[in-house]
């Protein structure tokens, strides 16, 4: 019995065997603005890839985004050892090399999908990894039609990624978490300068963070402190809100009066009642040209013009979502999941879905992966709730600090050598190219 | 034999005893811009005072400064726990308040000078310690000369502190070591990021940093790479270098063209042939003002609008100074030691000194306290010896790098609870006043 049973068995292990299908390689590629984390996801992918040879060859990654597939500039990881890719979890950028490109429809532009097919069939690449966010998303569900629309088998999984946090369909965005723990504790720092200088010097603080649409990482400001009154930031300026020019003078005279002092977390994209964005208020050099100022300088120039508090201003730029020195873990470890959560779902015969978290409670915090199709993904983009702004429009609510709190847990530090954190660079090399060259339409 | 041995040591215990003067008081002051880092050199100066209680009664510290003495607004830290103190170490901001306010002449304001001798006495201070910069040296100067111009006995020794690295006699300033840290791994950070967008997007990024007239911070940006060519950053702009237009752009295309991006470390204080802040450039706002801008917006639109790249500046003002979240260890210990310092030569009766920190040697780094006449410290820059920028005035040289190197070592993380590090905030309990009230000159 036992013997047969055996036999059986292993039949079945050989038909199974034979069903199995070759193994093929993988393209990875990172597209949009990258984050501190955003490299995590790819050693998620790559360590994960590396542990299903059966199945999957060699991680090709595209240098510079999917630019990198349509002009066969790929990258093989293969080259890279062990170590490196692990150190790509404390490293932040792209490591290789991220683009803002985006695929046209199939309708205007059929080439570019020709001649994906045409590199994908040169390198055997059958499962598609793209890493960002919603723009990005629009080109991994265009490429995970290739299978339907031009008859080439792809598994194409969007690995999600952006600091603005405004995918649909998923609880956060890795590179989110990081950014805010950095938006969060940077607030609550300069409040603390600012409040030491509110005597004699300096009233006004205005720190400037990015969201062009979106509120989110301007609402982690908001972590700076407990949420009591008097506490930093007094104001947070979301693009949800139009901005209330008399209310926004009215609420600085206030702190400054009760407080001593105010700290106003801006977000870029705060627009006027005229929808125009306040950055591009009509400043000029002196050239007479219009300049693209930033909000924070529109806000101080007010602040002075109209209350005269002596006031300083900072813009963090990138500053903020490449700032692995200061990453939460949480977000570390949840960029590292989506990308080994990718290839499992690639494994498992999945196309045209991004990876998603999922949160399961609150306290304590738990999460999960899940999964979402493409389409309802991409394009869209997730604002702040209205019920996580407060009434008056100028801060957070409980709801919203319940929300935000466990996203900047915990401290992700980076290894340092001789004071500088200790950042792979890896060797990147290419793979030789089999096709001849193609020119990527201008834009 | 033993026995009468024992009588004399216990009557000359006796006789010093009488000799020794009876405990006074001490005053405790933060002044001009605060650091990551000066609250731990107010720890160095109350631990120290609370070790030696029959020397030094309660430390007393000055609400926003000198402000706090004359205004006899002073803060019982008395009534600190200890744990309360230790926490300062790791809290930036001045935790007692910080102010900018010169104290006139004796000449001028004879007034203040007796005020603060009214309130000295009323409090039985004694001991008087100033934690600043060069103005703040100028402060204790004056203070020191109570003595001898005014009769009242005061032991006043200034504590070192200032960003901007530019005290004179002093190895270094507590305080740099921490923005050096920030600026210097701010830079790297943000190099990954460009270098990964720019194929085809932001080509170059300008960081602008502190240092009006001395361009110690921005040289800490030198920090980002190894020096190599082609390593970040490209371009350090210094308020000791006359800005070169055509030099600095031609600089900026040869980086684009051969490195692929190109990445800009400017000092706030960079001028021009004619001496003139390219802060000031002359640019205006929508209603005709001329705009307060910074030097990285100048410079973005002279690449924008002379070589057409694609740019992203930040600008880091106080994020850079209170970023306690990325100390440099060795800041913080010399910060601490610098007040602890203090004490100690207060007690050995200087008067009219600045403790200072001396490089012994650099490989391994070893530094020790010492002290300089106030009176050579005073109102006096130290700039950047040109032997620590590189020829073409683009860059720091391998000796600043040594320079630079040790002050940055070492990371000296607060505590963190739920992802928000724990900084401590005082009770800061007042005096009860004894005087009439003192109303402050108008500047």
């Not at 306040?278 to 013009?305: C, E, I, N, W």
Request: hydrophobic share 40%; net charge positive.
């Amino acid at each position: 019995m036992a013997a047969k049973k055996k036999a059986v068995r292993k039949a079945t292990g050989r038909a199974a065997a034979a069903r199995k299908p070759a193994p093929q390689n993988a393209f990875y590629a990172q597209s949009g603005g990258v984050t501190a984390v955003i490299n995590a996801s790819a050693a998620g992918v790559i360590e994960t890839a590396r542990k299903h040879k059966d199945r999957i060859g060699k991680v090709f990654a595209g240098r510079n985004g999917i630019i990198g597939a349509l002009t066969e500039d790929l990258i093989d990881t293969s080259k890279e050892s062990a170590a490196a890719i692990a150190a790509l979890a404390h490293t932040p950028g792209g490591a290789f090399g991220s683009c803002r490109y985006k695929l046209k429809g199939f309708e205007e532009n059929q080439a570019e999908y020709e001649r994906l097919i045409e590199v994908f069939k040169a390198h055997d690449i059958g499962y598609f990894f793209y890493n960002g966010g919603g723009d990005s998303a629009d080109t991994c569900l265009k490429v995970s039609q290739l299978s339907e629309k031009m008859g080439y088998p792809i598994k194409a999984i969007h690995v999600p990624k952006t600091v603005d946090n405004d995918l649909p369909l998923t609880d956060c965005c890795p590179g989110f978490g990081s950014v805010a723990k950095y938006v969060a504790v940077s607030t609550k720092e300069a409040a603390l300068d600012v409040e030491s200088m509110a005597k004699t010097s300096t009233k006004v603080f205005i720190l400037e963070v990015m969201g062009r649409h979106a509120g989110w990482i301007a609402a982690a400001g908001g972590l700076a402190g407990s949420g009591a009154p008097g506490e930093p930031p007094h104001i947070i300026l979301f693009p949800e809100i139009t901005f209330d020019r008399a209310a926004f003078l009215a609420r600085v005279d206030e702190s400054v009066k009760k407080y001593g002092y105010c700290v106003i977390v801006a977000s870029e994209g705060v627009r006027d009642v005229d929808g125009k964005f306040l950055a591009d208020a009509g400043t000029v050099d002196a050239f007479g040209h219009k300049q693209l100022g930033g909000v924070a300088p529109y806000l101080a120039d007010l602040v002075r013009s109209e209350l005269g508090y002596k006031y300083h201003w900072a813009l963090a730029d990138y500053l903020q979502r490449s700032a692995r020195h200061i990453a939460s873990e949480t977000d570390l470890r949840q960029a590292y999941a989506v990308g080994k959560a990718a290839v499992e779902l690639a494994l498992k015969g999945r196309n045209s879905v991004m990876v998603t978290i999922e949160r399961k409670s609150n306290k304590p915090y738990k999460w999960a992966i899940g999964e979402a199709p493409l389409k309802k993904v991409a394009n869209q983009e997730k604002f702040m709730p209205r019920n996580f702004i407060s009434k008056d429009g100028f801060g957070i609510t409980e709801r919203c600090r319940q929300y935000l709190l466990p996203l900047i847990k915990g401290e992700a530090y980076p290894p340092y050598k001789d004071g500088m954190p200790k950042y792979v660079r890896l060797k990147n090399a290419a793979v030789p190219k089999k096709l001849p060259e193609f020119e990527l339409k201008k834009k």
